[in-house]
């Protein structure tokens, strides 16, 4: 596993984020008050970019590329 992952959103409502991921085919991650839709981890730049163009596809086009902390 990687640390880059694909944020496709991030959301102050948990049931927002889990329409969104149910939408997107990611991960719902809990961060302080936010909750993240995020797509992976991945290892390399191109699974990552793959990934990211999925997303877009999909109609997430503010979806990026980040690395996981």
């Not at 596993?1 to 991921?21: C, E, I, N, T, W």
């Not at 991650?29 to 909750?35: A, F, I, P, Y």
């Not at 839709?37 to 970019?49: E, L, S």
Request: proline share 1%; no cysteine; glycine share 12%.
């Amino acid at each position: 596993k990687g640390s880059l992952v694909v944020q496709v959103g991030a959301f102050s409502s948990k049931d927002r984020a889990m329409a969104v991921a149910s939408r997107s085919g990611a991960q719902v991650v809990g961060s302080g008050n936010l909750w993240r839709v995020r797509m992976g981890p991945f290892a390399t730049d191109g699974d990552a970019k793959a990934a990211l163009d999925k997303a877009k596809a999909k109609g997430f086009r503010d979806a990026a590329v980040v690395r996981d902390r």
